[in-house]
């Protein structure tokens, strides 16, 4: 199973590679289980720098798609399937869109939820 | 002519011709082949300096190999014919000064062509455009590539050389005691030799258009070639602790000699033997190539 990365692609390497892995794993080519190189292997592989695959790894490994066992590496998770079909990001918006409309909804202006936003972020940035 | 004099003998002339005769020739036609068959108008990646170059670099590692050529002869002629040998060893034995010495001398141009090699990927590197990168989702262990016995047979061999020189030197852990600093040089190098085998397997990819089945294939050999040095070295250290005991100090010239042979032929033979052109992707280094699978 081989995976490309274009660096002048648009998106980000990081997106790159969780994108290719999560299809790898809908597509049945990576299994429940299968064990996945190293970090450090796939950033020298692909010429990337550590953190870029860490990030990538740390955001598949909060959707469950991947599990870190310690020394022994990571692994594809026993859900990571049905795991794949959760978009993160289209929840969060999801979220944040049901949120502002009922806020709006309230008479709360686009400046005081901007506001509003910007210091509810800082103060939970750091979780 | 005594017995450990003509064993020396057989040795060395054996040691000229192996490694300043056979494996240079054979990298020269190794090289030559893969100029003549991969040409620098169909491969330009291959070659990020122009083809005149290496053909330079061909010459002088030609003409440093025919000089170690005749060092050796020379060496083989005073030895024979000039050295008093009573002033160099005890017991008048040829000393095992000769072939170590010479033995370093015929691996510099190995060792420079290694280095020219590896200043050739780095430009290849930095020469690279290429923005699409691939690689295998598979993980590269150190088991997946070399066998656990192979690894284990090292390690036991290290471990039971070290035991059996203390035993023979009535386990006298001194520091300043010969088989206590012969454990520490043996743990020395064998650590030196893991970090090696370390950056081979997990370390930077050094060709950036090399495929991944290549790059498997070549961190394979190389691990091999390491292990298989490590029990060389440990099987040499353990003769060499039971020199002085069993009376065998006759044979050091004559075993220094087959010790550099044995490490050619463990580290360029072997990697010659399995790293052949043939079996290698060079389609890769085409201008028109896509990015490495």
Not at chain 1, 2 to 19: G, K, R, W
Not at chain 1, 103 to 121: C, Q, Y
Not at chain 2, 142 to 163: K, M, N, R
Not at chain 2, 213 to 220: E, K, T, V
């Amino acid at each position: 199973m081989q995976i490309a990365i274009d660096l002048e692609a648009s998106a980000p390497p990081f997106a790159q590679l969780i994108d290719q892995i999560k299809r790898a794993v809908r597509a049945n080519k990576l299994q429940p289980g299968d064990p996945l190189p190293s970090i450090r292997q796939l950033a020298s592989d692909l010429d990337l720098n550590n953190k870029t695959v860490a990030k990538a790894y740390r955001l598949l490994e909060r959707d469950a798609v991947i599990q870190s066992r310690g020394y022994r590496g990571t692994f594809v998770h026993p859900d990571g399937k049905i795991n794949c079909a959760v978009d993160m990001n289209a929840w969060a918006e999801e979220k944040l869109g049901d949120t502002i409309l009922e806020l709006r909804s309230a008479g709360v202006t686009v400046p005081e939820i901007n506001t509003a936003f910007r210091s509810a972020m800082n103060e939970h940035s750091g979780d | 002519m005594t017995l450990s004099d003509t064993l020396f003998y057989i040795a060395f002339v054996s040691q000229i011709l192996l490694l300043s005769w056979y494996f240079p020739n054979k990298m020269i036609s190794r090289i030559e082949h893969v100029l003549a068959t991969y040409p620098a108008e169909a491969y330009p990646k291959l070659y990020p300096m122009p083809v005149a170059h290496y053909r330079i670099g061909i010459r002088r590692f030609r003409m440093f190999s025919r000089l170690g050529l005749l060092i050796g002869v020379a060496i083989l002629l005073s030895v024979m014919f000039v050295v008093d040998h009573s002033g160099f060893a005890e017991h008048g034995y040829i000393s095992s000064f000769w072939p170590a010495v010479y033995g370093m001398i015929q691996f510099v141009p190995f060792m420079a062509i290694e280095l020219s090699e590896y200043s050739n990927l780095k430009l290849m590197r930095q020469v690279n455009t290429v923005s699409r990168r691939t690689a295998d989702l598979q993980r590269r262990g150190l088991f997946d590539l070399v066998s656990p016995w192979l690894v284990a047979l090292a390690g036991l061999t290290l471990a039971g050389v070290i035991l059996f020189d203390l035993y023979l030197h009535g386990f006298n852990l001194s520091l300043g005691h010969d088989s206590v600093q012969r454990a520490l040089v043996m743990l020395a190098s064998n650590g030196m030799i893991a970090l090696v085998g370390l950056y081979s397997l997990y370390g930077k990819k050094l060709d950036p258009h090399q495929t991944s089945a290549d790059r498997s294939h070549r961190i394979a050999v190389n691990l091999k070639s390491l292990l298989y040095l490590s029990i060389a070295m440990s099987v040499f250290v353990g003769i060499s602790a039971a020199d002085g005991v069993y009376d065998i100090d006759f044979l050091d010239a004559a075993l220094m000699s087959v010790y550099f042979q044995a490490i050619g032929l463990l580290s360029l033979g072997y990697t010659t033997r399995n790293v052949q052109a043939e079996r290698t992707n060079f389609d890769v280094y085409k201008a028109e190539a896509p990015a490495a699978r």
